[in-house]
């Protein structure tokens, strides 16, 4: 939710106006179970710029600044007294830089209007008017880290957690099976942690996106994974507390999440506008309250058991198509080849991390640590004339007939290889270029020769003739400019048209619902392909038209 009045999301203002008005508010967003305890919300979780620096400001002695001033003038008005305290704290790396010869900064500095807007939203900020409970900052502080980890793509939806795929009420069952069993008993939690290779991943193999339903990914989260979790609710291990009321206060934590993450997306979210309207998060809480029940699975022991067989392994498929389907929507548009290969190799790294989560989960069949490599056909692929485009084929081998030497110049002409070509005539003279002696790549009888040499070394089918001699003949009469720009365009089709079938190859498989561990592999594969071609090729600098079919002139 955006507050038009301030541009910024209500929830982050809501984080500084608690606490503004509550220094003690400070303490909800301390993760004292860390050995080094630390805040769990951090600077970089706001989006809106000044109030990150607002945030900073109090936890580097802003808030002392504040209780020190008002004990100093006890009859001032105390939203008064916060604002200013607050303002010059957050002036001062300002003065540091601007003192160092900043000249931006000392611009910044001198820019009262900015400061004075600024001053007057604290002001309001810091009034007991301010609509929002000092007791909910962990709960605006979490919708704050979170809509930063998750942005959605709906207007000011704070976050999704998870994908649609197939779903059914057993499939909700068990994960809330799951569930229940930590709510039962918080330590339970341990079978689902290991060590990540990665620094910035989270120390546990189950997430929320891999949950079905949206509600059990948001639950999931708010239990577990997410900042601020409930298993780590002082309440969730107080030995006074009976477990019915650790479970409670879990349940009520997670409900309470829920709520307020509604609250904060429901002017951007028709669904989550009818939740609230139909106290959804109340009916959520009975069913968590049914599932922590011990009876409510077979064995709770046994949770991290059921989340592989039923939340991690099926949710892989749908993760992998998922991945596919970003593929076709980045790779194959006008975006840079650099940023194909950027993006496919994003995807590799997504696909390993699963992989690892995958490995840690305990599985109960084995063999799956080395698979036997999976070795899918891939599926046919109609010629798309976005891709192909065989007249600019045949200008870029009579240009490097004319001139074999352009094939080792800087260029993209240097780039060139047997897969930027699709008609086998034309990969075979193009092997035959870079095989023969530049002096004999003229004579028209050597050429055709060495390509059909190569063709039968290979195995390939007979080559057309007709097309060779073509190709010799136009490369004796017609001029055609340098290679470089049309081999650019070349380049950039098979980038795409090697992006594309890895996309189609990878979701044929995860529809055939084969082995995770399989699936990841072979996906792993094509995507490795993929990236191979768009990095290869990223350096080149040659424009890239917008529809490589259109511009191609017939060289006959």
């Not at 009034?127 to 709960?139: A, G, L, N, V």
């Not at 084929?393 to 290889?417: F, N, T």
């Amino acid at each position: 939710m955006i507050n038009t009045k301030f541009g910024a999301p209500q929830h982050e203002l809501n984080v500084l106006s608690s606490l503004l008005r509550d220094r003690a508010a400070v303490n909800q967003l301390v993760d004292w179970n860390r050995a080094d305890p630390q805040y769990w919300l951090q600077v970089d979780h706001f989006k809106t710029p000044w109030l990150g620096d607002a945030y900073y400001a109090l936890l580097s002695g802003g808030l002392t600044d504040i209780e020190q001033r008002l004990r100093a003038y006890p009859n001032a008005d105390p939203a008064q007294v916060s604002a200013d305290a607050l303002l010059a704290r957050m002036q001062w790396p300002y003065r540091q830089r601007a003192a160092a010869g900043d000249l931006s900064a000392q611009s910044a500095l001198n820019d009262s209007a900015y400061w004075s807007n600024i001053h007057s939203t604290l002001r309001e900020m810091a009034q007991p008017t301010w609509p929002t409970s000092t007791e909910h900052i962990r709960h605006d502080a979490y919708v704050t880290a979170r809509a930063a980890r998750h942005p959605s793509t709906s207007t000011e939806v704070p976050f999704e957690l998870a994908r649609g795929r197939g779903y059914d009420n057993d499939a909700r069952t068990k994960e809330l099976a799951v569930i229940g069993a930590i709510l039962n008993d918080p330590t339970r939690a341990q079978q689902f942690r290991y060590n990540p290779s990665s620094p910035d991943a989270s120390p546990y193999w189950l997430q929320p996106q891999d949950f079905g339903d949206p509600a059990t990914a948001e639950i999931w989260d708010a239990l577990v994974t997410g900042p601020d979790p409930a298993i780590a609710l002082p309440a969730a291990t107080d030995p006074n507390l009976t477990p019915q009321q650790r479970t409670a206060a879990m349940i009520n934590h997670i409900s309470t999440r829920l709520f307020y993450s509604d609250y904060h997306r429901s002017t951007g979210d028709e669904g989550a506008k009818a939740r609230l309207d139909n106290n959804a998060h109340q009916a959520i809480a009975k069913y968590l309250a049914q599932a922590s029940l011990p009876d409510y699975s077979p064995n709770p022991d046994n949770a991290a058991l059921y989340a592989v067989e039923f939340i991690l392994e099926p949710s892989i498929p749908a993760t992998v198509e998922e991945l596919a389907g970003r593929v076709r929507d980045h790779g194959l548009s006008d975006a840079s080849l650099y940023q194909v290969g950027l993006e496919l190799s994003t995807h590799e790294h997504a696909l390993d991390q699963l992989q690892e989560r995958l490995d840690q989960a305990p599985r109960t069949l084995a063999g799956y640590a080395t698979p036997e490599p999976t070795t899918a056909p891939a599926p046919e692929q109609s010629e798309d004339p976005s891709y192909i485009s065989r007249p600019t084929e045949r200008r870029v081998l009579i240009s490097l007939l004319q001139d074999p030497s352009q094939l080792h110049r800087d260029g993209p002409s240097r780039s060139l290889a047997e897969q930027d070509f699709t008609q086998p005539e034309h990969v075979y003279v193009f092997k035959a270029i870079q095989s023969l002696q530049p002096h004999t790549v003229k004579d028209s009888w050597v050429l055709a020769s060495q390509a059909n040499k190569l063709a039968r070394y290979d195995g390939a089918p007979p080559l057309d003739h007709q097309e060779l001699n073509n190709i010799a003949h136009a490369a004796e009469t017609l001029q055609v400019p340098p290679a470089d720009r049309s081999a650019g365009h070349l380049v950039a089709m098979t980038v795409r048209r090697t992006a594309r079938d890895a996309e189609t190859t990878v979701q044929a498989a995860a529809r055939r619902t084969t082995d995770p561990r399989q699936l990841i592999d072979y996906s792993r594969q094509q995507f490795h392909q993929a990236t191979r071609e768009a990095l290869r090729y990223h350096q080149q600098s040659v424009p890239e038209p917008t529809r490589y079919a259109s511009q191609q002139a017939n060289v006959s």
